[in-house]
């Protein structure tokens, strides 16, 4: 069974089995700015999304931020993700309501990679990253569902929120099967169905 992508919470969702059947699934997402990447797994009572993406996408840079406008971009940033579900809309006939937001990157010293970044930068400024390294970010969302099933798509705000994304692939996993699909800013509405 090739490797999953999946790093984070959504592992215990049984749907998980089956979205790991993408081909897709076994390779890497690449390091694209402007691009990220988004699974998508509908369960019984819940709706999952796992996007990874280059901090490119949402701040213009991809470091630690070293003056007070940066910093205030980063604080904007984590405030607007936390608040997924204006981020995300999943379709009303599913009763879908925010239940847990996670962040991960260790650039910005958030979530678990913050143990994970050897790199010795950090909140006191005094080092950073090179400014031709890579960093990304990764956002894992849980919506509590009444009728997941029911949905028939997700509203993606992104685009407006941060005007870098250009570009989002998904995979989905439900249960109209699993598929790709590929979003933009004047087509982003994630269709869950055939």
């Avoid at 490119?56 to 940033?77: I, Q, W, Y």
């Avoid at 958030?110 to 970044?117: C, I, R, S, T, Y």
């Amino acid at each position: 069974m090739p490797a999953l992508p999946f790093r984070h919470a959504i592992h215990a969702i049984p749907l998980l089995a089956a979205l790991s059947a993408l081909p897709v699934l076994a390779q890497q997402h690449a390091h694209t700015h402007g691009r990220l990447s988004m699974d998508v797994a509908v369960d019984a009572q819940t709706l999952t999304l796992a996007i990874e993406s280059p901090l490119d996408s949402f701040l213009g840079f991809e470091r630690a931020p070293r003056t007070d406008a940066e910093r205030k971009r980063v604080s904007d940033m984590v405030a607007r993700l936390n608040a997924a579900d204006r981020l995300f809309q999943p379709d009303p006939a599913a009763e879908c309501t925010l239940s847990k937001v996670t962040l991960n990157s260790a650039a910005l010293g958030l979530g678990d990679a913050k143990q994970e970044d050897d790199h010795g930068h950090g909140h006191d400024g005094k080092k950073g990253h090179d400014q031709d390294e890579h960093a990304d970010i990764d956002v894992d969302i849980v919506f509590n569902c009444a009728k997941a099933t029911q949905a028939s798509y997700v509203d993606v705000k992104l685009f407006d929120a941060f005007k870098h994304i250009r570009a989002i692939d998904a995979q989905v996993a439900g249960p109209q099967g699993q598929f790709k699909r590929g979003l933009r800013p004047d087509a982003s509405r994630l269709k869950l169905g055939h």
